[in-house]
């Protein structure tokens, strides 16, 4: 699903929604295991099902949590990230919009972001061939070329999603979810296929469910489930939180180490595993080969992390 994040530039984002320790906690328990049952998560934070249950009601009808999800090693399947970097000059508000909008209709777009400091919008493709990369970065420069000033190109290699610790206000305990490792592509099942297509967009809808739709049996369906793990295409499930609404910035941070040592390399990637703001970090090959993303209240929050 393609989406445009507009990002806030106030020091301080005024909270929308206030989050009690429960709320908080409840969010942590379900980015841990998205299919976590309400009696699991009660047992937990002990908390009754029923009071789970009524709690994670009012979380979603109040947009704090927008969708459930799995998390899926794309490279299993044979897909690659590959993210553009544009920095305009004479761009009008009008104009910006007109080419996000032309950029959302292209083919293999799944992410667009308006950014600030040297770049002004980020572009994520995923494909599983760059010819189709090529053609599209083509198509933006032939139609916006006098607005363009600079560009960057960079593909992904291994990806690391660490839990939301910042909800907590504590450092990670969990280990993170590691995308990319292996590149070999594996081959699914068409009711594997089915079945992760349905997990990527509702990573809670019932077994029972899931079995009406595709038209096979519960077991079948099971069984599914287990041969995506076994094939460690299926890494797990998770809940995707309106930050914003919870009063935090979402940022992003681009590292280009000149021939870094393996040591410095480690206690880096140690260092964001840790840290309960930092939601993620891609190496990727290109002018910056570490990125990482950063959850916090403010700018200067975000300054003290760096």
Same mark, same amino acid.
């Given at each position: 699903m393609t989406k445009v994040f507009d990002n806030k530039t106030s020091e301080e984002l005024r909270e929308s929604i206030k989050l009690d320790q429960i709320d908080r906690k409840i969010l942590y328990? &379900?980015? %841990? =295991?998205?299919?976590?049952?309400?009696?699991?998560?009660?047992?937990?934070?002990?908390? #009754?099902?029923?009071?789970?249950?009524?709690?994670? !009601?009012? &979380? $979603?009808?109040a947009g704090v949590i927008k969708q459930y999800f799995a998390l899926i090693d794309i490279h299993r399947l044979? @897909?690659?990230?590959?993210?553009?970097?544009?920095?305009?000059? =004479?761009?009008?508000?009008?104009?910006?919009?007109?080419?996000? !909008? @032309?950029?959302? *209709?292209?083919?293999?777009?799944?992410?667009?972001?308006?950014?600030?400091?040297?770049?002004?919008?980020?572009?994520?493709? %995923?494909?599983?061939d760059i010819v189709e990369i090529d053609n599209n970065i083509k198509k933006i420069s032939w139609e916006f070329n006098k607005y363009i000033q600079e560009q960057s190109f960079c593909?992904?290699?291994?990806? #690391?999603?660490?839990?939301?610790?910042?909800?907590? /206000?504590?450092?990670?305990?969990?280990?993170?979810?590691?995308?990319?490792?292996? &590149?070999?592509e594996v081959k699914l099942s068409p009711v594997e296929n089915e079945v992760l297509s349905i997990l990527a967009k509702d990573g809670r809808m019932p077994i029972t469910e899931m079995a009406r739709k595709v038209g096979k049996s519960i077991s079948s369906i099971k069984n599914a489930i287990k041969n995506l793990k076994n094939k460690k295409v299926l890494l797990g499930f998770s809940v995707l939180i309106d930050l914003h609404l919870?009063?935090?910035?979402?940022?992003? %941070?681009?590292? =280009?180490?000149? !021939?870094?040592?393996?040591? *410095? $390399?480690?206690? %880096?990637?140690?260092?964001?595993?840790?840290?309960? /703001?930092?939601?993620?970090?891609?190496?990727?090959?290109?002018?910056? !080969?570490?990125?990482? $993303?950063i959850a916090a209240k403010s700018i200067s929050e975000f300054k003290k992390i760096l």
């Open positions: 328990e &379900l980015d %841990l =295991n998205g299919r976590a049952t309400f009696s699991e998560i009660g047992k937990k934070i002990k908390l #009754s099902k029923q009071a789970v249950k009524e709690r994670v !009601n009012h &979380l $979603e009808k044979g @897909y690659t990230f590959y993210r553009l970097d544009l920095g305009f000059q =004479n761009v009008t508000e009008i104009k910006e919009r007109e080419i996000i !909008n @032309y950029i959302l *209709k292209l083919p293999k777009v799944i992410w667009v972001a308006e950014i600030h400091g040297k770049w002004d919008l980020a572009i994520v493709f %995923l494909t599983k593909v992904a290699t291994t990806h #690391s999603r660490y839990h939301y610790g910042f909800l907590l /206000n504590k450092e990670k305990e969990e280990k993170e979810v590691f995308m990319g490792r292996e &590149l070999k919870i009063g935090y910035l979402h940022h992003k %941070l681009f590292i =280009n180490f000149q !021939n870094p040592s393996k040591e *410095k $390399e480690r206690k %880096l990637e140690t260092y964001f595993r840790m840290h309960p /703001n930092i939601i993620f970090m891609t190496k990727s090959l290109g002018r910056s !080969n570490i990125e990482c $993303e």
